[in-house]
């Protein structure tokens, strides 16, 4: 738990250092970061970061490591949107790369139905 609550600290702090506006959500069993109204990123409970990618890029995203996979909703896969072991985003420049491919994006993606 505590792990989680650094990994999300880490990302505000990078999203703050950007100059983005962001809310912060429980989702998907951890804290997930919103950014223009859409989930962009997330620390779960197990401390892997749940990012939103551009589908198109996922087999390439796929093949960086072992450690990445495809968020698995039900019994059903959730294109563009992977799961990442905490061993990939150790350093700073790691986690940088994953939050720009969901910054990247986010323009493009379609934000939920308000509940």
């Known amino acids: 738990m505590e792990e989680k609550i650094i990994t999300a600290q880490r990302i505000a702090d990078s999203l703050t250092t950007r ?3 962001f809310e912060q959500k429980k989702m998907f069993g951890g804290i997930c ?3 223009n ?3 962009l990123i997330g620390a779960n409970r197990d401390n892997k970061l749940l990012v939103r ?4 890029e996922e087999p390439d995203l796929l093949e960086r490591s072992t450690g990445i996979s495809i968020m ?3 019994t059903r896969l ?3 949107y992977l799961y ?3 061993s ?3 350093s700073d420049q790691e986690l940088a790369f994953w939050i720009e491919k969901c910054l990247e994006y986010n323009p493009k993606a379609k934000a939920s139905g308000k509940k």
């Open 84 to 86: 990442v072991e905490s």
């Open 53 to 56: 990618i551009d589908p198109a």
């Open 72 to 74: 698995q909703h039900g």
């Open 37 to 39: 109204e859409k989930m």
């Open 78 to 80: 959730a294109h563009g």
């Open 88 to 90: 990939l985003f150790e």
């Open 19 to 21: 100059g983005l506006f």
């Open 33 to 35: 970061f919103l950014v």
